[in-house]
């Protein structure tokens, strides 16, 4: 089902399938234009912009690109979103592990409901996602008047940057584990329990070694859209420049502020982790394809 | 979402998940459950379910009246028109791309095959924000594609076309990720069959491939379409944002918001939350319909 | 207000030689005033390479006469938007806006300072001005020379949406009192206000967004602009870009106010007091006039008169009877703007 919800987890399946034999075309003529023409398509709409990004960010050579990663500004920019997604990251892995737990290993009523609730934050544009905190910590939402009485500051402040990545990212993890864990059954842990282990035991020797690159690859996926996540935190964010600025919204202000080099160096960092991220995926996919695949096509 | 639940029965069809017994909880000997359950339900709770109650609840102090003038007001009503129907646009233009290049991955053996195959997520690892401005650099006027579109007069960035790149951009992965696997696994012998009975290639793919794939086609579309409707950091820097033409829905949320018009700003998120779930429920009838008709 | 806004520099001086703190802060103890502060001054967009040098220049001042360290956060974003984040809940100390009503705005609907807010300092609570000017692109190709230039057909008029950006309301209010100078009244200035916005491609959230439109994506031929914003882009641009003065334009009024609610609470108004009346200083007119914004100080402002054309300007109080008025007028939902805004 994850292939369903997200993108990238389907891939996962593609190298252990890629090892048969490939069923070659006869016709000669068409095989060099299909790769041609993929080659085209990958390369202008997908490979361009990335190269741009390095190329703009190095338009005046490399220092003005490192004086620009050196502003303080952008370095509490790093900070906060380092900040922001070692919150919501295990907060949202905390959660997926219990979701996968009690809907894989359970029967009772209401899971479709849970399933679908799970998933419910995918189809939300990431602006609603941040402007429903808005509406329920805003000076003038649901609880407004409570928190300013109280001095408590949730939107303009980390915490309210931490709720909006949290609900983007939400069922990242949880996704990822839940068809895993509903394929593997609950035969071992009971074996375990029926040997005498407690039950933290069993999760912890039984359970998560079965499931703990599942977990990896689902955590992955999330820290990359947390702390890339842009519309969200915009709409909570306030936009105070060294404060509760995030990379991403520092790269908008840089960009309007006609800093074209400050913009795409701290840009490039961005593009950085989102290369990072593909190649620790695709480290996972070749490493454990058969555990993730098993989760995936089940 | 049960839609999005049921197609997945359709791709994959287990349904180890739905519980068919009357009782609340079957029993089981592992532990755990009041606890993970806990823990599921209050975390739901908290970050999904009061949030979207509030979204839902927050337009209704316009009134009934207010909403549906709020939503029928011209400007409203464009943003909508834009971000559903270039989404749509974009998805239904992924669908070709995305065959083309699930087929490339599956089908042929290259230098470079793995490095194509894990560079179709980027859009998906690349921050929004990233991708919007490096797309408006490249198809701004000034840019290197923008400076060869507008040669021949076409105006991509600042223009429905730059939003149309922008949600492409956006939506290949969805679309090479569905398929991909059935691709994969699609039987051989059927495509032989064909082939021995004299079907060329492009036979083959029109009344072979095509047919096979197309359930986990309209999935992938619709979950391009799906994030594509929300989408907001890659399209704000390249769309121009004129009110009418090229605003979309999501921008108007921001903007209805810095005009304190909170309600008409829950207003605009609520309809679009409604009626992403009705075209992805619309489109997952039809992919049902290609699923029975196929396995018949 | 603990010290005359207008400050000189020997009465600073002699104020931090005679006994730091203890003469400048008498409510405060010394030891309070030591431990580092933080302000946050929420503005508008065009203000934000002013705001850098006078921050730093009041750290400098603040430090020299209290010892204390401050750091001072800096937000910006089109007036209307920073306006109603200070109303959700952004904590500033003090806000530096585009108008105004946008700072009633935060005194209607959150109460954070009181109603009479602008009589509490000098000048309107507007220690600088401003103006709206056209930039045009090189040689400007269009010839537009006036208000009645930019209703000519095919002419791209960039300006940002008055609803959310301070610098748009000041340039609608700029062409509506061309258009009521034009005679027709109300009506006529409504029949031209309509043409204009006809010519209006793009309707950015703020100044900032509408520059970039303009001088970064070349849409449209002529940007509707504060003066300091049109001569930042001719900094940044070069030579690419031309002023054109109309023949009458409007005074525009920044207001800045103390947000009391936030600074008790965040027991910082000794020093965003002292920020504000800084405002009003030698040192930060100096600096005001350097970025191309209109210093109040009559000393100050006669040092530059050189780089700020002297031309006829209506205010708001006289042409449009004040900013409350104009507001509901124009810019309320169903107000002439929303009228006459059909693209």
């Known amino acids: 089902m994850s292939q369903l919800a997200l993108p990238p987890a389907a891939s996962t399946a593609t190298p252990a399938v890629a090892a048969r034999p490939i069923a070659r075309i006869r016709l000669p003529g068409i095989a060099p234009l299909m790769l041609l023409a993929s080659a085209a398509v990958m390369m202008g709409l997908i490979g361009l912009p990335l190269v741009v990004v390095f190329q703009e960010a190095l338009a005046k050579g490399l220092p003005p690109f490192l004086a620009a990663l050196k502003e303080p500004d952008a370095i509490a920019a790093v900070k906060l979103t380092l900040l922001v997604a070692a919150i919501a990251v295990p907060l949202n892995a905390v959660f997926g592990v219990s979701a996968a737990w009690a809907i894989s290993k359970f029967e009772f009523r209401g899971k479709s409901v849970l399933l679908t609730l799970i998933d419910l934050p995918f189809s939300i544009s990431p602006v609603v996602s941040g402007l429903v905190w808005v509406l329920l910590f805003g000076a003038q939402g649901l609880f407004g008047t409570f928190l300013v009485d109280h001095d408590i500051k949730i939107v303009f402040a980390v915490p309210g940057l931490v709720l909006a990545t949290i609900l983007v990212t939400f ?111 695709t480290v996972l996919e070749w490493r454990h394809a058969g555990e993730l695949a098993l989760g995936h096509r089940s | ?67 549906v003038r709020t939503l029928t007001s011209p400007r409203v009503a464009a943003a909508l028109r834009v971000s559903f129907g270039v989404s749509l646009a974009a998805a239904l233009t992924n669908a070709p791309l995305g065959l083309l290049i699930a087929w490339t991955l599956t089908r042929y053996d290259f230098p470079g095959r793995r490095l194509m195959d894990a560079f179709v997520d ?32 076409l105006k991509t960035a600042y223009s429905p076309l730059g939003i149309f790149i922008a949600l492409t951009f956006i939506g290949l992965p969805f679309v090479v990720r569905s398929i991909q696997p059935v691709l994969q696994d699609l039987d051989r012998d059927v495509e032989e069959a064909a082939q021995t009975l004299g079907a060329n290639d492009l036979q083959r793919i029109a009344l072979v491939v095509i047919p096979a794939l197309a359930p986990a086609l309209l999935s992938g579309v619709s979950l391009a379409f799906a994030r594509a409707v929300g989408e907001y950091g890659s399209v704000i820097f390249i769309a121009g944002n004129m009110p009418l033409k090229t605003e979309i829905a999501p921008l108007l949320i921001v903007i209805k918001l810095e005009q304190y018009d909170y309600a008409g700003a829950a207003a605009i998120g609520l309809a679009m939350l409604a009626i992403s779930f009705g075209a992805l429920a619309g489109m997952n009838a039809v992919q049902i319909f290609l699923a029975r008709r196929g396995r018949a | ?130 103006t709206i000017v056209f930039l045009v692109r090189k040689g400007n190709p269009w010839k537009i020379r006036d208000w009645g230039d930019l209703i000519k057909p ?83 641009f070069g030579p690419n870009f031309e002023i054109v003065y109309p023949s009458q334009s409007i005074l525009a009024e920044p207001p800045v106010a103390l947000v009391d ?29 350097k970025h191309h914004f209109r210093p109040r100080n009559p000393e100050i402002a006669a040092k530059y008169a050189v780089a700020f054309k002297q031309l006829p300007l209506v205010t708001i109080d006289q042409a449009f009877g004040g900013w409350k008025k104009a507001q509901a007028t124009h810019f309320a939902d169903g107000g002439v703007f929303d009228r006459i805004y059909k693209p």
Not at chain 1, 178 to 199: F, R, S
């Open chain 2, 122 to 153: 980027l859009p998906f690892a690349l921050p929004t924000a990233v991708a919007g401005i490096a797309l408006t650099t490249i198809y701004a006027p000034a840019g290197p594609l923008g400076a060869l579109a507008a040669k021949i007069g």
């Open chain 3, 154 to 236: 095919g002419v791209g008029v960039i300006t940002p949406n008055p609803k959310t950006s301070g610098g748009a309301r000041w340039a609608y209010l700029a062409a509506y009192a061309y258009g009521l100078k034009s005679g027709g009244g109300d009506a006529g200035a409504q029949a031209y206000m309509t043409k204009l916005y006809k010519n209006v491609p793009v309707l950015d959230t703020g100044a900032r967004g509408a520059t970039t439109t303009f001088a970064q994506r070349k849409i449209g031929d002529v940007l509707l602009s504060w003066e300091n914003e049109a001569y930042l882009t001719i900094d940044e």
């Open chain 3, 261 to 289: 609610k936030n600074v008790d609470r965040h027991k910082t108004r000794v020093q965003a007091e002292g920020y504000l009346n800084f405002l009003y200083s030698p040192r930060a007119q100096e600096i005001v006039a």
């Open chain 3, 1 to 130: 207000m603990t010290e005359s806004p207008i400050l000189d520099r020997r009465r600073l001086l002699a104020a931090s030689g005679a006994g730091l703190a203890a003469a400048a802060l008498p409510a405060a103890p010394l030891a309070q005033a030591l431990k580092p502060a933080t302000l946050l001054n929420v503005s508008y967009d065009p203000t934000r390479e002013l705001y850098k040098e006078i921050n730093a220049a009041y750290i400098d001042y603040w430090k020299g006469k209290t010892g204390q360290v401050l750091t001072i956060n800096q937000s910006h974003g089109g007036s209307g938007a920073q306006s109603r984040a200070v109303i959700d809940g952004l904590q500033a100390d003090v806000v530096t806006l585009a108008l105004a009503a946008d700072i009633d705005e935060i005194a209607n609907r959150a109460k954070l300072l009181p109603a009479n807010w602008q009589s509490r300092l000098p000048n309107n609570s507007t220690p600088y001005t401003s």
């Open chain 2, 1 to 67: 979402m049960t839609d999005r639940a049921a197609a997945a029965t359709v791709v994959r069809p287990v349904t180890d998940a739905w519980p068919r017994r009357t009782r609340l909880v079957e029993h089981s000997i592992l532990p755990g459950l009041g606890l993970s359950l806990g823990v599921t339900l209050v975390y739901l709770g908290v970050i999904v379910i009061i949030p979207l109650t509030m979204l839902a609840l927050r337009p209704w102090e316009l009134g009934l009246d207010g909403v």
């Open chain 1, 171 to 281: 069922p990242f993890v949880a996704r990822e584990l839940i068809p895993l864990m509903q394929a593997q059954g609950a035969d071992e842990e009971a074996a375990a329990l029926t040997l005498g282990a407690g039950g933290f035991t069993t999760f912890r020797r039984v359970t998560l070694p079965n499931i703990q690159w599942a977990l990896l690859y689902g955590v992955l996926l999330c820290n990359a859209r947390a702390m890339g996540e842009f519309g969200a935190v915009s709409v909570v964010s306030g936009h105070i420049r060294g404060l509760t600025n995030t990379l991403p919204l520092h790269v908008e202000v840089l960009y309007n502020d006609y800093d074209s080099v400050g913009a795409f160096a701290a840009a490039s960092l961005l593009a950085g982790l989102g290369i990072i991220t593909l190649v620790l995926k």
